[in-house]
């Protein structure tokens, strides 16, 4: 069955301290893409990838990384520096073409709690 | 800019009753479009898509055409039921570059029996 698995899906953190959300497909999608989702929002994009060890900043960036060691693996970190980090982080995946519709594939998403 | 505007949720419906759920676009180029839905506590699925002007998605009922001339692309379903109840996400993917995907804000939908 192929698809993109995110973990956990709950996860809760106290203030000051760094958590990693994981996300892997086996999609064999080059590009892979990290959101975040608040209450009555659109998603905005944090980070995205296009291949192995490349990435870039999204529009809201600061206070998270990534890294992009494996195609199947992209992981983001929450760190400290997030004021706000409480939200619904989403992971997709699109297959990296230069024309056509490249659509993106969602996971089922973490829902991020700091106490 | 580029931006994806939606019509104001919640929208309350009853069972089998008409849908519609606007969504107007501003892009530089010729973007694709989307819409994604999104049920409770879930990640986002992709309802339809149309890439070009005048195509029309469909998918489980729903439609939508891409209407270049007023930059719509509204949603569309003849008959709903309890179980569309959901979040229901317009999109554009900008066409050059990386996929960049632009997301309104969504409208939830409660259709009730």
């Known amino acids: 069955d192929g698809g993109i698995t995110q973990s956990p899906k709950y996860l809760f953190r106290k203030e000051g301290q760094n958590v990693t959300l994981s996300c892997e497909q086996n999609?064999?999608?080059?590009?892979m893409y990290w959101y975040r989702q608040d209450p009555g929002q659109g998603l905005r994009l944090i980070y995205y990838s296009q291949i192995v060890n490349d990435f870039q900043k999204g529009d809201i960036a600061e206070g998270y990384s990534v890294s992009r060691e494996k195609k199947e693996s992209f992981p983001l970190t929450v760190t400290s520096a997030q004021k706000n980090p409480t939200a619904f982080y989403l992971c997709?995946?699109?297959?990296?073409?230069?024309?056509?519709?490249?659509?993106?594939?969602f996971g089922p998403g973490t829902r991020l709690t700091v106490l | 800019g580029n931006s994806v505007t939606q019509m104001e949720g919640p929208v309350t419906l009853s069972e089998e009753a008409f849908l519609t759920i606007n969504c107007t676009y501003t892009?530089?180029?010729?973007?694709?479009l989307f819409w994604y839905v999104q049920y409770p506590g879930e990640g986002l699925q992709l309802l339809l898509k149309a890439t070009k002007a005048d195509d029309k998605g469909s998918n489980k009922g729903f439609e939508a055409t891409y209407r270049k001339e007023t930059t719509s692309f509204h949603l569309e379903k003849g008959s709903v039921q309890v179980s569309d109840s959901a979040v229901y996400f317009c999109a554009l993917l900008l066409s050059g570059g990386y996929n960049k995907l632009i997301f309104g804000a969504g409208t939830r939908l409660a259709v009730h029996p």
């Open positions: 999609l064999n999608h080059d590009a």
């Open positions: 892009a530089t180029g010729y973007p694709s």
């Open positions: 997709a995946s699109s297959i990296s073409r230069t024309s056509g519709s490249n659509e993106q594939f």
